[in-house]
């Protein structure tokens, strides 16, 4: 009878943890998207960039819906943990604070963090250069955590913002004298359009390892491991045969993945 009862409760077991099973075939990303090329909206209204183009590829070769959540960047992280969605594809860096609170996904891509001021201006990113101005930041963004880390205490006004599109909005009304985000988003998104055409880069590359971290990835929350293995295989699959290079040709002319 004992040995009944221990098969009887393995059974029980099976089919409670069969029917908590994750159902995979609807994927919800969460986006903000005010930061092309990587993810904006076209006038149309519809979701476009590099991010949602990589997003609904692996939705396709993992036969599910992709589900696109629109959400402010800084809120992205609780609203992972909330179950508003299932991943953030939507530029999210693997910085180590992120790291401690989420998984993520294999890379997806890598590029620096430049600081974007007016032509002919002697600004460079330090915080002897910037004392007593105001630098533009996307709030919840890493641009943010190294503009904080690095110049906040050294007299330099940090400003945050909801979205990077509110960055440049006062950055070109004079309320800024420079923004710092990542270095792609800056050429493409604002550089290279009318309206960028008075600025600049500012000075190098930043680095930072330890607030920028290996790159972007999707942000997963830990528990789903299922989901990351997917994501991860499907990732991998695509870098294979080529399918990430189409797609990253599109709207880079080098190579976004990064070493």
């Known amino acids: 009878m004992k040995r009944i009862g221990m098969v009887l409760l393995g059974v029980l077991l099976v089919v409670s943890s069969g029917a908590y099973a994750k159902d995979w075939s609807t994927i919800r990303f969460g986006v903000d998207a005010s930061y092309p090329p990587f993810e904006s ?15 609904n590829e692996l939705c396709r070769r993992l036969n599910a819906k992709c589900v696109w959540v629109e959400n ?5 992280i609780p609203g992972l943990k909330a179950r508003k969605f299932d991943g953030v594809l939507s530029t999210l860096s693997m910085t180590p604070a992120r790291v401690k609170q ?8 890598h590029v620096p ?3 974007v001021a007016k032509k002919g201006s002697t600004i460079e990113p330090t915080a002897a250069s910037l004392a007593g101005k105001s630098v533009g930041v996307e709030q919840g963004s890493m641009q943010e955590t190294y503009a904080k880390t690095h110049w906040g205490a050294h007299g330099v006004n940090v400003v945050s913002y909801a979205d990077q599109d509110q960055v440049y909005v006062d950055l070109l009304a004079g309320r800024l004298d420079a923004s710092l985000q990542n270095a792609v988003q800056a050429e493409r998104g604002f550089l290279d359009t009318p309206r960028g055409a008075p600025y600049a880069f500012a000075g190098p590359v930043l680095d930072d390892s330890a607030i920028f971290g290996p790159g972007t990835g999707i942000g997963l929350r830990k528990e789903d491991t299922d989901l990351k293995e997917k994501l991860d295989a499907a990732i991998a699959a695509m870098i294979k045969d080529g399918t990430y290079k189409r797609i990253a040709d599109k709207y880079f002319d080098f190579d976004v993945y990064g070493g």
């Open 72 to 76: 402010a960047f800084d809120g992205m």
């Open 41 to 55: 909206k076209a006038a149309d209204g519809k979701l476009v960039g590099f991010d949602i183009d990589v997003g």
């Open 113 to 115: 963090t430049r600081l």
């Open 102 to 109: 989420i998984a993520f996904s294999s890379k997806i891509f």
